[in-house]
């Protein structure tokens, strides 16, 4: 079954990436934002079945960006998962403790991005 | 639903033609942005040997590592992400950087130089 995903992440590689991984291995449909607030825009009008989320991006970071989709009931219920390269517990616990849907951590693999993604949301 | 940690790669890619062939095109697309980052280790941890590292380089070398945690092993270099993990942890402590820290930044920005060369 195909989806729409939201990536929301400064990195033009790790965009780049995940949306090859994603169109080409699950065959999902992939739109992209390179910032918070231009994630926030993307999601209102694309209405993605979830997003993936960096949680590092200069001005808006990825928590803020969470925050505010979960704010918006044009977008409060779409599914969120973290991707972050953060490993520390703590860090793990905070973005925990956001209520995000699930927390995916770089680096991931192209070839079973979109297998955890589907797992963890259920699909 | 419950947040739930995913692990990471611990093998290079080694997916269908069309995704391998694709990845490899984006490796060659983004390698001078990761060589980039890696010439910023290089700089800083040669800096710190002179005992002449900046906070603002401090900062931009936490950052260059933390990118390059996230990205090599993406690209299949697994080993790439535990060095470049190496250096923001160290980069990140509160602490000044002790001669250890600073023999140890060295090796690990050469390492991750030859890595790159490798890959060429």
Known sequence: MSHRIL?????????????????TVAGWEVAVASS????LARAIEYQPDA??????MPGMDGPTTFRELRKNPVTAHIPVLLLTAKVQSSDQRRFADL????????PFDPLTLSTQMADVLGW | MDPAPQSAPKQPNSGPPDLTAALHRLWLQFLPQIE????VLESAAAALAHNKLSAEQRQAAHAA?????GTLGTFGLAEGT????????????????????ATRLAEVAHQLRIMLESRK
């Open chain 1, 7 to 23: 990536i929301i992440d400064d990195e033009d590689d790790i965009r780049e990436v995940a949306a090859l991984s994603l169109e």
């Open chain 1, 36 to 39: 918070g607030a231009q994630g």
């Open chain 1, 51 to 56: 997003i993936l989320l960096d949680v590092m």
């Open chain 1, 99 to 106: 209520g995000v849907n699930a927390i995916l951590f770089k």
């Open chain 2, 36 to 39: 980039d980052r890696a010439a």
């Open chain 2, 65 to 69: 590592a933390h990118k390059l945690a």
């Open chain 2, 82 to 101: 535990s060095l470049a993990r190496e250096a923001e942890l160290l980069y990140a402590a509160e602490s000044e950087l002790t001669q250890t820290a």
